[in-house]
Antibody, heavy 120, light 107 residues
């Protein structure tokens, strides 16, 4: 069974840092693009970042570019999101999601999410 | 960036009703359109990919159609477990933008 489990969320002050993790199981982790998607309280889904299977190709939303860094350790089947210079507007549930290998490029598996709260 | 606009933002319906949600893209995205269902406090779940393909395990009362810039999600015979928020998403280009969501509530 495909599983993605996020961890690392919590309360952080504005300007602080946090590192999220997403641990995968049930599939060949290194063969898939993985994405981060966030959802502010009561709001819609917003794409944040993605990384390819080898870890050498990454993309970011403009709102996090220069502050967030996505990476992966395929030996540990784990994806990371290093979040620096956090702002109140970064408060959200953060999900990792696997991109399908089909031409559709849909997100066919999601983690349960981890809540990040940025507040003084 | 491609903008995705869903309508309506919310709707009230009864069990057994036929429900249609529309998603419009700001440019041609071919059939790179996916639909997700999300229940409160839960992660999104893939329902439809490539505009009209049903994800494995999803009931056949869900269907999708469209291409280019206009897409629809239809639920034929709404069931109690279908009351949720539905999100469309384009996978034509990065950033992978989502619609704002449509909340389906019980009438």
């Amino acid at each position: 069974e495909v599983q993605l489990v996020e961890s690392g969320g919590g309360l952080v002050k504005p300007g602080g840092s946090l590192r999220l993790s997403c641990t995968a199981s049930g599939f060949t982790f290194s063969s898939y693009w993985i994405h981060w998607v966030r959802q502010a309280p009561g709001k819609g889904l917003v794409w944040v970042s993605r990384i390819n299977g080898d870890g050498n190709n990454t993309n970011y939303a403009d709102s996090v570019k220069g502050r967030f860094a996505i990476s992966r350790d395929n030996a540990k089947n784990t994806l990371y999101l290093q979040m620096n210079s956090l702002r109140a507007e970064d408060t959200a549930v953060y999900y990792c999601a696997r991109e399908s290998q089909s031409n559709s490029r849909c997100f066919d598996s999601w983690g349960q999410g981890t809540l990040v709260t940025v507040s003084s | 960036d491609i903008q995705m606009t869903q309508s309506p933002s919310s709707l009230s319906a009864s069990v057994g009703d036929r429900v249609t949600i529309t998603c419009r893209a700001s440019q041609n995205i071919n059939i790179y359109l996916n639909w997700y269902q999300q229940k409160p406090g839960k992660a999104p779940r893939l329902l439809i990919y490539a505009a009209s393909s049903l994800q494995s395990g999803v009931p056949s009362r869900f269907s999708g159609s469209g291409s280019g810039t206009v897409f629809t999600l239809t639920i034929s015979g709404l069931q109690p477990e279908d009351f949720a928020t539905y999100h469309c998403q384009q996978s034509y280009s990065t950033p992978r933008t989502f619609g704002q969501g449509t909340k389906v509530e019980i009438k």
